[in-house]
């Protein structure tokens, strides 16, 4: 967790840069613009199409018809939150990502030299195909909503795993080998999920959630060059706003 913790410390560090403040502050606008629009067009369609499945059925049958609009209304908005993200962590990942990666490369990480494939072509294939796959998975997984607790660590688990499969490979493809690629997604594995699991418990935080597809494109940035760093000798250079 050391070197989670790290590229957390580093990335609010960042904060005090007005240059990563206009990365941050533009997904998080678009995913704002994004959940109003889908709020007034879509959620009274989509409590609907709730109501008309069971168990909602079921609870209208019972006479809960209350208990079935609150959860209707619930579900709605889970799913609206989860659109506008998907959408800001796309964003993020093909428009942002490789300014933040710019950047950095050229500041804090100026001794990691690009060895891969600058490949936007890749790297956004790469975001489509797991915002797919979590579509899918989201789907999949609904079922096992109805089981108590399952309806607040699922969101989590399948957040934490975009983040680690949308943001890991986009910051390092440009300078990693295919080897080195291949050593740090087996090495660490556990890390970068749980880079993306914390990324995603901050997601639900009032406000701050608007900020963290932004801010999870940074911290992979900051983890992946730093353990790209390591790997190749752990040359360390110090940055703006830490102290060795």
Do not use: C
């Not at 989590?156 to 300078?175: E, P």
Request: proline share 4%; hydrophobic share 60%.
């Amino acid at each position: 967790m050391a070197e989670v913790m790290l590229a957390l410390a580093r990335t609010f560090a960042n904060l005090r840069s007005g240059r990563v403040w206009l990365y941050v502050l533009t997904p998080a606008l678009f995913s704002l613009l994004l959940t109003i629009g889908l709020a007034i067009w879509a959620l009274g369609a989509i409590v609907q199409q709730m109501l008309d499945y069971p168990p909602m059925t079921l609870l209208v049958g019972w006479g809960l018809v209350w208990l079935a609009h609150i959860l209707a209304y619930l579900g709605g908005w889970m799913a609206i939150f989860a659109v506008a993200y998907l959408g800001a962590s796309l964003f993020a990942a093909i428009v942002i990502m490789p300014l933040m990666l710019k950047h950095l490369s050229e500041t804090e990480y100026r001794d990691v030299a690009a060895m891969g494939r600058d490949s936007f072509v890749a790297a956004a294939g790469n975001s489509v195909w797991a915002t797919l796959l979590f579509i899918a998975g989201w789907l999949l997984t609904i079922p096992l909503w109805l089981i108590p607790g399952f309806s607040l660590i699922l969101p989590l688990v399948l957040m934490g795993w975009l983040n680690r499969r949308t943001f890991a490979y986009d910051a390092l493809s440009m300078h990693a080998t295919a080897g080195e690629w291949q050593e740090v997604r087996t090495r660490q594995k556990t890390p970068l999920f749980m880079l993306g699991l914390t990324m995603a418990l901050l997601a639900h935080i009032p406000l701050l959630g608007l900020l963290v597809p932004a801010l999870a494109a940074l911290s992979f940035v900051h983890y992946g060059l730093e353990a790209l760093r390591q790997a190749r000798g752990g040359a360390v250079v110090t940055i703006e706003g830490e102290r060795i």
